[in-house]
């Protein structure tokens, strides 16, 4: 279990981390609504489209982080913040420093990376 200093560090710490996500996800789309270019040649275009493609992927890996995020908070808000779902034991602040993320402890996230792998996943 967690003390509630700990706690409030990686509330502190995914607090930020989301702040800073939504900002870039903003930003993202006011350049990219603002972006009225035109380019006659062919290679330009497809290296703009290429460009953009790039960072649109980006922000939709970053997306899926922010859910992860906004789900840790509510967890901490909980009091399940740093229990394993699988096995519902605590998940090490060593891998919740790492991954604050986290949903599983480290044996159970290598025993499900493992039945993937077997899974060909």
């Given at each position: 279990m967690l003390a509630k200093k700990k706690k409030e560090?990686?509330?502190n710490l995914l607090a930020k981390r989301?702040?800073?996500?939504l900002e870039e996800a903003n930003r993202t789309v006011s350049i990219m609504t603002d972006q009225g270019e035109s380019f006659p040649d062919?290679?330009?275009?497809a290296s703009m489209e290429s460009?953009?493609?790039?960072?649109?992927?980006?922000r939709d890996r970053e997306r899926r982080l922010i859910g992860k995020i906004k789900d840790a908070l509510d967890r901490i808000e909980a009091g399940t913040f740093g229990i394993c779902e699988e096995c519902g034991e605590d998940i090490s602040e060593q891998r919740l420093s790492a991954r604050p993320v986290?949903?599983?402890c480290i044996e159970c996230k290598?025993?499900?990376e493992n039945e993937e792998k077997l899974k060909g996943l």
């Open positions: 560090y990686f509330k989301l702040s800073i996500l062919p290679t330009d275009r460009d953009r493609n790039f960072e649109l992927r980006i986290t949903t599983l290598k025993k499900q």
